[in-house]
C-alpha cells in the first residue's frame, strides 16, 4: 500500500500536497516537513476520556482543595501565575534560546513548595550540564528527581513510578512519540507528545511546565500548535540590559497583565527588588525634546517608562510609523488626534517611537505621554524635567480616565517626579501632586505654555 504523504508547516501547521521552499501562509522559508497520513488514521491526540465516571456532582459538595495554589518559592513567578500554581494546571513557558527558561524552571523545581516530588524531564541537555547548573545556581532539594529522556511512554512510565506533584518539561520540541509517525521534531510529534502528556498530569493532578523554544522575531514555532491544550502560556523576554520579563500570554487562573521581572546574574536569576524604575532612564538636567515619562500600571503594579518620539519629513510625501513598542496604529492615532487639535502637522512626517529598556506598552494609560513625546519631537520643546502624565486619549481630543490614578501619581512622587497631569475627575482634584485636565489642548497648555 502506498503511504499518502502530506507536508505540514512547523511554524503556522498549514498543509499542503506536496513540498513547498516557502509557506504560503505565514511567509516563513523552509519550514514544510513530509508527515504520513497512513491509512489507519493518526492516533488523535488526547481522545477525550470521561473525567466525571458518567456522576454530577452537587455544587456545595465540590472540593474546595480544587483551586489550592502552591507557592513557587519565586515571588514574581506567583505573580504572573496569579497567585502561586494551581494543582494539575499546564503552563507553556516560551522564549528565545538562552534567555534562561531551564536555569528559571531549575530554580523552580528547587523552590517550588510542594511536599512531593519533582520532576524534571531535560532531553536537551546531559545530566553533567544539568549537574553543573545546579553547582553554579547552588541548589539543593530533596525530592528533586532528574530524568534525561525525549521518549513519551518512557517519560509517562517514570511519571506513573515516581508521582511527582510538579512535573518540567524541558523541552516540548524534544518529544518522541512512537506512536505520531517515524520523524521526530515533527507537528504530529509535537502536538501528539504533549496531549499526551498533558491528559496524563491533568488527570493526576499534576502540575506541569512545559518549556518551548520560539523562534526569532517572536514567531512561536511548536507553542502555537498546542497553547489551546494548556492553561496558561508564559513567555519569558528580554528587557532592558540583563533584565528579563516573564509575561503571561493567557492564564485561566489569573490575569494576563501580571509582568515578573529578573536579572540573569552569576548565579542564576534573581528577582528585581525595585521593579519601578528598572525601565527609568535617570537624566540631569533638561531632557532632550521627544522624551516624556509615564507612570504606567502593569498588572499590578506601576511602573515608569520612557516614550521616546522622534519625527522626520516624510520621503514622496508617504508617512510612516515605525514603533515596535507600542502598537503602530495607536501612535498613528494620538498623532492624528494631535494634528487635529493643534494643527501641527504629522501627516507628512515619518515618525519613529520607542520605549526605553525595551518594554512592551499595553497601557492605554500611556496615550497622554505619547501625545508629550511626539509634540515635543515635532516642535523641538522639551518637557520640563520631572514632569510625567497618565490618561487615555478620545478621538475628540479629550483625556479620558485611566485606571489606578492615585496609585500612579504616587509611584512617579515616590521617584522624585512631579507634577503628573491626569484626566480631570473628582477623585484628581484631591491628589497632591496631580494637574487634572479634561483636554489635550489644556493638557500641552499646561507643560508649554501655548497650544
Ligand atoms: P538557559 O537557562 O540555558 O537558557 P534557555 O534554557 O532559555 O535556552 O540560560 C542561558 C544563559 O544564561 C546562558 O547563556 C548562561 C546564562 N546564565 C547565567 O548568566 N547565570 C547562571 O547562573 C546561569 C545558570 C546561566
Ligand atoms: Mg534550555
Not at 506601576?302 to 516624510?314: G, R
Not at 501612535?331 to 501641527?344: F, P, Q, W
Not at 490614578?405 to 491626569?422: E, H, Q, Y
Request: proline content about 6%; hydrophobic content about 40%.
Amino acid at each position: 500500500m502506498k503511504r499518502r504523504t502530506v507536508f505540514v508547516c512547523r511554524e503556522c501547521s498549514h498543509q499542503e500536497s506536496r513540498w513547498l521552499g516557502r509557506c504560503p501562509q505565514c511567509g516563513a522559508w523552509n519550514t514544510f516537513q513530509e508527515e504520513s497520513l497512513s491509512a489507519s488514521p493518526t492516533p488523535q491526540p488526547g481522545s477525550p476520556k470521561s473525567s466525571s465516571g458518567g456522576i454530577s456532582i452537587p455544587l456545595a459538595a465540590l472540593d474546595p482543595q480544587e483551586g489550592t495554589r502552591w507557592d513557587t518559592g519565586l515571588a514574581e513567578v506567583n505573580q504572573v501565575l496569579g497567585g502561586g500554581l494551581v494543582r494539575g494546571a499546564g503552563i507553556l513557558v516560551g522564549g528565545e534560546p538562552g534567555i534562561g527558561k531551564s536555569t528559571l524552571l531549575l530554580q523552580l523545581a528547587a523552590q517550588v513548595k510542594t511536599a512531593g516530588r519533582v520532576l524534571y524531564v531535560s532531553g536537551e541537555e546531559s545530566a553533567a550540564q544539568i549537574k553543573m547548573r545546579s553547582e553554579r545556581l547552588k541548589i539543593h532539594r530533596d525530592g528533586l528527581e532528574i530524568l534525561i529522556e525525549t521518549h513519551v511512554p518512557v517519560i509517562l512510565g517514570v511519571l506513573e513510578k515516581i508521582k511527582p506533584t510538579v512535573l518540567i518539561l524541558d523541552s516540548i520540541q524534544t518529544l518522541y512519540s512512537p506512536d505520531a509517525g517515524d520523524v521526530p521534531g515533527t507537528v504530529n510529534q509535537l502536538k501528539f507528545g504533549c496531549q499526551e502528556i498533558l491528559s496524563w498530569t491533568k488527570e493526576r493532578e499534576i502540575a506541569s511546565f512545559l518549556i518551548a523554544h520560539v523562534t526569532k522575531g517572536g514567531l512561536i514555532a511548536g507553542p502555537k500548535l498546542i497553547e489551546h491544550m494548556v492553561d496558561t502560556v508564559l513567555m519569558f523576554e528580554e528587557a532592558a540590559g540583563d533584565v528579563r520579563i516573564l509575561r503571561a500570554a493567557k492564564n485561566r487562573f489569573g490575569s494576563v497583565d501580571e509582568v515578573g521581572l529578573f536579572t540573569m546574574e552569576e548565579h542564576g536569576l534573581v528577582e528585581v527588588a525595585n521593579p519601578e524604575t528598572v525601565f527609568l532612564v535617570r537624566r540631569e538636567g533638561d531632557l532632550p525634546p521627544g522624551i516624556a515619562v509615564a507612570p504606567l500600571f502593569e498588572g499590578s503594579r506601576t511602573l515608569l517608562v520612557e516614550i521616546q518620539a522622534l519625527t522626520v519629513p516624510a520621503k514622496g510625501g508617504l508617512s510612516r510609523v515605525y514603533s515596535d513598542r507600542i502598537d503602530s496604529g495607536r501612535v498613528s492615532r494620538v498623532a492624528a488626534v494631535l494634528e487635529k487639535t493643534t494643527g501641527v502637522r504629522f501627516s507628512d512626517h515619518d515618525i519613529y517611537v520607542n520605549v526605553a529598556g525595551g518594554i512592551r506598552v499595553a497601557d492605554p494609560g500611556a496615550d497622554l505621554a505619547l501625545a508629550f513625546a511626539l509634540y515635543s519631537a515635532r516642535t523641538g520643546q522639551s518637557l520640563p524635567p520631572g514632569w510625567t502624565s497618565a490618561g487615555e486619549l478620545s478621538l475628540a481630543g479629550e483625556v479620558r480616565p485611566t485606571t489606578h490614578l492615585r496609585r500612579r501619581v504616587k509611584a512617579a512622587a515616590d521617584l522624585g517626579f512631579s507634577p503628573t497631569i491626569i484626566p480631570a475627575s473628582p477623585e484628581a482634584g484631591s491628589l497632591a501632586g496631580a494637574i487634572p485636565v479634561h483636554r489635550l489642548s489644556e493638557a500641552l497648555k499646561k507643560v508649554w505654555g501655548k497650544a
